[in-house]
């Protein structure tokens, strides 16, 4: 599975129907550069190519005019059938940007659909200090899920008592097959795997 956002390929913005964000909605976008004081919020200037799926493309008379606020906002891959008996890894790039008054409950989160739940595969938390819109790569082991099909879904999120500045984008999103003599791993408890450096990032936490 491979998209640069180019050419429409089936994403849905609130496939579930129960984002509550009043602005900043995901969607795919050639976007508009956003900044104040030098500092970058959303990018307008995707890794590769003119679009990407971020939050809200357009940039507005202000920082603050469409970027994510007092709620969660999400969009959904197509479905995507995953080949048994290998090595399975999601990559892409991706920015979470705030303003210094960010909190833990602002955030970024990627996540797997299955049909016996979903699986938090990336999660970066907002924290009090500016946050500048900076693509940075991504992976996940996805060979737990090999021979299933499941959906890739972005969240982004702010808490409306802070009045944060949040924005977030996506683009190059793959999902990698190596074929190997050994079966792929079992779901079953799988435990947190080996975190990122940097910002608060963990990797493949299966939520019930």
Do not use: K
Not at 10 to 15: A, N, Q, S, Y
Not at 51 to 68: K, P, R
Request: aromatic content about 8%; proline content about 4%.
């Amino acid at each position: 599975f491979c998209d640069d956002f180019e050419t429409p390929a089936g994403w849905v913005t609130d496939r579930s129907g129960d984002d509550t964000a009043a602005t900043g909605m995901w969607e795919r976008a050639n976007p508009s550069q956003t900044s104040r004081y030098g500092v970058i919020y959303q990018q307008g200037i995707t890794v590769s190519g003119d679009y990407g799926l971020v939050t809200e493309g357009s940039g507005g008379n202000s920082i603050g005019s469409y970027d994510v606020d007092r709620g969660v906002t999400t969009i959904t891959s197509p479905s995507i059938t995953l080949p048994a008996g290998g090595t399975l890894t999601l990559e892409f790039e991706y920015y979470l940007a705030h303003t210094s008054n960010a909190r833990s409950s602002d955030f970024f989160r990627a996540w797997a659909e299955t049909n016996t739940g979903d699986v938090l595969l990336l999660q970066e938390l907002g924290y009090s200090g500016t946050d500048p819109a900076v693509w940075a790569s991504a992976s996940a082991d996805l060979s737990s899920l090999g021979g299933q099909t499941i959906n890739i879904r972005f969240e982004a999120a702010d808490d409306a008592a802070a009045g944060t500045i949040i924005e977030a984008g996506v683009d190059d999103v793959a999902i990698r097959f190596v074929e190997s003599t050994n079966s792929a791993p079992t779901i079953g408890s799988p435990g947190t795997q080996t975190s990122h450096s940097g910002d608060a990032i963990n990797l493949a936490i299966p939520v019930s």
